[in-house]
């Protein structure tokens, strides 16, 4: 995809960004940078362009380069793949075709590129950009420009994002698309699980990957596969019959389903390829299983976009056109990449680098050093507290099969709190992993506060408790740890909690459901009620991911002028085109201004231009099979409280040695300063500042702080701290 935008004339700079999708391939969530890129740049007062079909786009020039509109990329959030195309340009790769593409850009006065694709497009995007000063030298020798539209354009500046499903591009921790890949692995794992579990079958399934494993790799975490072969970490010789005897042990323990997941790219410790039907041919000689093979193909990059990948996409479609009109002579190409929860900036070329150190490092067979440069007994409790989420199954089927491993006995504590004080403890053994931890707490410790707080306050307030008694209760001097699992996301000390990303998927979903039921109709508003408590996280970023025309939510208190404004400014946009209208309002964000009244009051005001519909989503948000995220999430961070567990209690032995029994509570994590208990919102909350972006891309005329945007100058800056 391209873009190109340029400031008037009377700007100090000249911005044109033409947007490009990757020139080989495309995957969900392109589109929602698309939009992001074409908004922010209307907003900042520039003129936006496609560039249609990729490089060849640019080289062919015509018609392939048009400027956007507001109106131009609506209805494309939920698009899967890119409506501006993509396609391969051999002609890109030469000289003679950069010369064509300059010219192209120069008679538009387009000197800025934002390039979304892999490290192949963004390398052609960083070469264009070095022989750009030589390429007009060119063109006006030639005669097709003059010196004054050279010295005009005389800098061409870069930003990428990287588009890959298989997170492949060193630099960044998540690339557009891959999230969304991994919904398309879950819902067909998820189908074959049901079928394997009838049948006795084993089922191989392959997934993409040809140089990265990281699909495979986390979508058997998220299934719980029992075999997996990823590209990076060939395996020793003599792991056939390893996994035949795994297979076999499974099947002596009656169970029923072996899942078996391939990356394409696979190979073994002599750089031969592990293809599916030597896995399988395997599993029958050895085994006679009934054994099945899935290929899913391209069927990983189609289909809708995901909340992670919408809100990703249009972080970094900000942060891009920010980059560029920051841009000078002396700033290098960049690319947006995320870091943690922060979109930053890094220098290209290093990033680009990097990637390709992976494959040169793994064409040597080393592998340990391609690993790095991708991105390492005691009595242990389990018990859920609070409200129920998806993923805290993950989560403590993590916690048991790593302490297990660790060589602790794992123990499950029924019904939460309650079924601690009444001894209802189980264990231990793997079974523990499953349903009985899975029961909410029906009735709060009687703790001072806990007696009139919400579940989530649970966990916080009976470790707080638990903590406090120490000097009375020797058995109390044990190591305690909260692992945050709430859709409400309100957690203080975590950006995110197990079970949010589930949540969102269901609003997003339902969104482009409800809106998709409407078009067949005319102009149309639909009012939908968010859970969430007093937080507006699932409200603010389902907004984000749905596009919604205006949200409303605790946190920011908004009176009936505001409501009657963004009443005019919807029915303003309707009369110019705009067909669907969306407005979320969280559960608790206002006791008088109801979702009942928020209705009727659009109503009565919309009418002759548009009609309302509203939804109230309810516990659908807290329901259904948890998001790879989530399942990834829980599993990653049990893990970790586990880890964090065991040193401790290593640490304290000599001087507690008759202490070796500690907790682990899904619910919320450890340090919690000024909390206020009775909305239960933390102080400071990262989303509220994506709050000024929803509303510049639904045409708000607000202001965005740019000082939130993040740059880095290294690529070692963004490698993840080694957490403890």
Not at 153 to 167: C, F, K, Y
Request: with cysteine.
């Amino acid at each position: 995809m391209y873009f190109s935008f340029s400031l008037p004339l009377s700007a100090s700079l000249c911005l044109s960004l033409p947007l490009s999708a990757s020139l080989c391939c495309c995957c969900a969530g392109m589109n929602a940078a698309v939009r992001a890129v074409v908004r922010m740049g209307i907003y900042v007062g520039a003129k936006v362009y496609f560039v249609h079909e990729g490089y060849q786009g640019m080289v062919d020039g015509g018609d392939n380069i048009e400027e956007a509109s507001w109106e131009s990329v609506s209805s494309m959030l939920q698009v899967g793949g890119t409506v501006i195309g993509s396609a391969r340009c051999k002609e890109f790769r030469s000289h003679e075709g950069r010369r064509k593409a300059a010219h192209h850009l120069v008679q538009r006065d387009i000197t800025n590129l934002c390039v979304i694709g892999g490290d192949g497009s963004l390398t052609g995007a960083n070469l264009f950009r070095e022989e750009w000063s030589g390429l007009l030298e060119e063109l006006v020798q030639q005669g097709l420009i003059d010196e004054e539209a050279a010295q005009n354009n005389s800098e061409l500046h870069i930003v990428g994002m990287v588009g890959s499903i298989d997170n492949d591009f060193c630099g960044t921790d998540m690339t557009i698309g891959t999230d969304s890949a991994l919904h398309r692995i879950i819902e067909v794992v998820d189908a074959i699980m049901t079928t394997a579990q009838s049948h006795q079958r084993t089922f191989v399934l392959e997934v993409m990957g040809r140089h990265c494993g990281y699909l495979a790799l986390v979508s058997a975490l998220a299934c719980g596969a029992d075999w997996v072969l990823i590209p990076e970490m060939p395996p020793e010789d003599g792991w056939e019959e390893q996994m035949c005897q795994k297979l076999s042990e499974n099947r002596a323990d009656k169970k029923r389903l072996n899942i078996i997941i391939v990356a394409e790219g696979a190979i073994d410790s002599h750089n031969k390829p592990i293809t599916t039907d030597h896995i399988k041919e395997l599993v029958v000689s050895c085994l006679g299983f009934d054994t099945r093979v899935t290929i899913l193909g391209h069927v990983q990059r189609g289909g809708t976009p995901s909340a992670f990948d919408r809100i990703l996409a249009s972080r970094m479609g900000v942060e891009a056109v920010l980059a560029l009109l920051e841009a000078s002579a002396s700033t290098p190409a960049c690319v947006v990449s995320l870091c943690g929860n922060q979109a930053v900036r890094l220098p290209l070329m290093e990033c680009v680098q990097m990637t390709q150190d992976v494959q040169k490092a793994m064409d040597e067979k080393n592998f340990e050093e391609a690993v790095r440069l991708r991105g390492s007994s005691f009595n242990v409790a389990v018990l859920n507290v609070g409200a129920p989420a998806a993923g805290m199954n993950a989560a403590v089927r993590s916690a048991v099969r790593v302490g297990i491993t660790e060589g602790h006995k794992m123990f499950a504590v029924n019904d939460g709190f309650e079924g601690f004080y009444k001894g209802q403890v189980l264990g231990p053994g793997l079974s523990l992993t499953y349903s009985p931890l899975c029961r909410p707490l029906t009735h709060p410790l009687s703790f001072e506060q806990a007696s009139h707080s919400p579940p989530l306050l649970y966990a916080f307030l009976g470790v707080m408790e638990l903590s406090a008694a120490r000097d009375k209760y020797n058995e109390f001097c044990v190591p305690m740890v909260m692992v945050p699992a709430t859709v409400s996301n309100n957690i203080p000390g975590s950006d995110l909690s197990i079970g949010a990303d589930t949540a969102l998927n269901a609003i997003t979903d339902t969104c482009d459901r409800i809106k998709q039921s409407a078009s067949g109709t005319k102009r149309r508003v639909f009012i939908i009620e968010t859970m969430g408590g007093y937080c507006g996280y699932l409200a603010s970023v389902g907004g984000l991911a749905a596009g919604a025309d205006a949200v409303y939510i605790y946190e920011e208190p908004f009176d009936i002028r505001d409501l009657q404004s963004n009443v005019e400014h919807l029915t303003e946009k309707m009369k110019t085109g705009i067909q669907r209208g969306l407005v979320l309002r969280n559960e608790n964000s206002n006791e008088n201004f109801t979702t009942d009244f928020i209705y009727q009051l659009y109503s009565e005001e919309g009418k002759g231009v548009f009609d309302c519909r509203k939804n109230v989503l309810g516990h659908m948000q807290q329901g259904g099979a948890p998001s790879p995220f989530d399942r990834n999430f829980g599993t990653k961070i049990a893990a970790k409280a586990i880890q964090w567990i065991s040193r401790k209690l290593k640490e304290s032995y000599k001087e507690a040695s008759n202490c070796l029994f500690c907790v682990i509570m899904v619910s919320c994590v450890c340090f919690v300063l000024s909390y206020p208990i009775s909305h239960r919102i933390p102080k400071e909350q990262w989303w509220l500042k994506l709050r000024p972006l929803m509303k510049i891309l639904a045409k708000y005329k607000t202001s965005y702080d740019v000082s939130d945007s993040g740059q880095l100058e290294h690529v070692t800056r963004v490698r993840p701290k080694k957490v403890d």
